[in-house]
């Protein structure tokens, strides 16, 4: 199937700083991302969908000045997370659209683990 | 999409067939059920979908009822590395809903027993 990669798997940063989350589709190329957010215990929630050369769609509460989202090429995608505050710790996750437009199928990063102290 | 019911948990012992239920009761003609499991800290991975026939792939079974109200995940010989969150998931595969973010529900933990 399908392989999506992200980078870095975890990251610890201080609260303030920026952190960027590379998300990138291996052997497909991937006009639409998504990204996910997960806190502990709890399901993944959709933040926003990345679409290449425009730009993203975030989801009603998502504020789209702090997670800036690139879509440069069909086989990237990056999430940045500026001035990260301890409640942004989470784990976040991408996925990759593959397919034609009448049947695709998202696959799925191995997530990225932020900790903000 | 439609939303799905799930129990929030199962046990199942090792080398037995693990059934995991799921109500899609709103169901619309063209959405699809689709299946995929979360291991502890890492990202979901896709196991199988279908629309109303009843499918089957290395990975598991999907058997769908006949008024599509309902399906069932069935891993045949389940061992202690399927012990996951599984989600059921309903949604359609034009490129309008296709093409949309997934909405995850609280999913299945079915914790595999040795």
């Known amino acids: 199937g399908a392989v999506v990669s992200q980078h870095p798997s975890r990251v610890i940063c201080k609260s303030g700083t920026s952190v960027k989350i590379e998300c990138r589709s291996l052997d497909f190329q991937a006009t639409t991302m998504f990204w996910y957010r997960q806190f502990p215990k709890q399901s993944l929630m959709l933040m926003a969908t990345s679409n290449e050369g425009s730009k993203a769609t975030y989801e009603q509460g998502v504020e789209k000045d702090k997670f800036l989202i690139n879509h440069a090429s069909l086989t990237l995608s990056t999430l940045t997370v500026t001035s990260a505050h301890p409640e942004d710790s989470s784990f976040y996750i991408c996925?990759?659209?593959?397919?034609?437009?009448?049947?695709?199928?998202?696959?799925f990063g191995p997530g990225t683990r932020l900790t903000v102290l | 999409d439609a939303k799905t019911t799930q129990p929030t948990s199962m046990d199942c012992a090792e080398g037995r067939a693990a059934n995991l239920p799921c109500n899609h009761s709103t169901i619309s003609g063209n959405e699809y059920v689709y299946w995929y499991r979360q291991i502890h800290s890492q990202g979901p991975q896709y196991i199988i979908h279908g629309l109303k026939n009843n499918e089957t792939n290395e990975m598991a079974s999907l058997i769908i009822t006949e008024d599509r109200k309902s399906s069932t995940l069935i891993l045949p010989h389940a061992t202690l590395r399927d012990t996951a969150v599984y989600y059921c998931i309903v949604r359609g595969a034009s490129s309008g809903g296709g093409a949309d973010g997934l909405t995850f529900g609280k999913g299945t933990h079915l914790i595999i027993q040795p």
């Open positions: 996925s990759a659209l593959s397919g034609t437009p009448s049947y695709n199928e998202q696959f």
